[in-house]
């Protein structure tokens, strides 16, 4: 059994940034313009949890199904990954983060695939805060890819169909290695899970807020913390056995 809810801090937070569209309109400025205060608020988490010893951030910055936004937007998005990405690696090197990112990297744009391979190696070593960023990435996709996986190791022999199990299958997954989100934090007021983490999000605790993801900071994260820690985890036993 997991017992990472028997922590004060959850292990890993994962967080669904929404609502950036709707703050900019809410001051009749264009989408991209709440894109860019976004990038404030993720700077703000990534120091946040590390400073309160989360081991793993991963947040949700685009979705397989966010290339089905206008050409310009999703173009401007891509532009502002690259330049938040160059301006901050060497904060985030210097602050002892170790940076990966997960989602379908070959539909990325040359120049920002480079710069992920870039500072994915730079901070391959560091062992502080560990930063995901999910791009192109679906919890459908994720388990596609894991199925074809597991499919090629079958028909080549290395695998035989009836060892796939839990952790075979987690282990083709994009965050194989790396322990189940404990809290899920979404933003922007929404109460789904947009086809985020749908594998790895099963026991997590989901803690939901109106608040847009540009005015997301300090006193939210700290909420959110505080609600997790309200929790009792029970990973389908009874109150009285967990206790
Ligand atoms: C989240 O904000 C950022 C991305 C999905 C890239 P949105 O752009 O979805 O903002 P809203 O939901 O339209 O307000
Ligand atoms: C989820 O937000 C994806 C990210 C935050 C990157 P969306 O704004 O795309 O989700 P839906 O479309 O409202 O479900
Ligand atoms: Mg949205």
Not at 50 to 66: M, Q
Not at 220 to 229: C, K, P, T, V
Request: hydrophobic fraction near 40%.
């Amino acid at each position: 059994m997991d017992d990472s809810g028997q922590q004060q801090v959850p292990r890993h937070v994962a967080v669904i940034m929404d609502g950036n569209g709707r703050w900019a309109r809410a001051r009749g400025l264009p989408r991209h313009a709440g894109h860019r205060s976004g990038v404030k608020s993720v700077r703000e988490t990534v120091e946040i949890a590390a400073k309160r010893g989360v081991s793993y951030l991963t947040l949700f910055a685009f979705s397989s199904e966010n290339w089905r936004r206008p050409a310009d937007e999703v173009s401007r998005l891509m532009g502002l990954f690259l330049e938040a990405l160059q301006r901050e690696v060497a904060d985030l090197h210097r602050n002892n983060v170790r940076l990966r990112f997960i989602g379908a990297r070959e539909r990325l744009q040359s120049d920002l695939i480079d710069s992920i391979a870039v500072a994915e190696k730079k901070t391959q070593d560091n062992d502080g805060l560990n930063l995901i960023v999910a791009t192109a990435y679906g919890g459908r996709w994720d388990l596609v890819e894991a199925s074809k996986s597991l499919a090629k190791k079958a028909i080549s022999g290395e695998l035989s169909v009836d060892d796939i199990d839990d952790d075979k299958l987690a282990a083709e997954l994009s965050l194989a290695g790396i322990p189940d989100p404990d809290l899920l934090i979404r933003t922007g007021g929404e109460r789904r899970i947009s086809n985020f983490l749908l594998w790895n999000l099963a026991y997590a605790e989901l803690w939901f807020c109106d608040c847009l993801w540009p005015d997301f900071g300090e006193q939210q994260f700290d909420e959110a913390l505080a609600y997790y820690r309200s929790r009792q985890r029970r990973y389908g036993y009874t109150g009285d056995q967990v206790a």
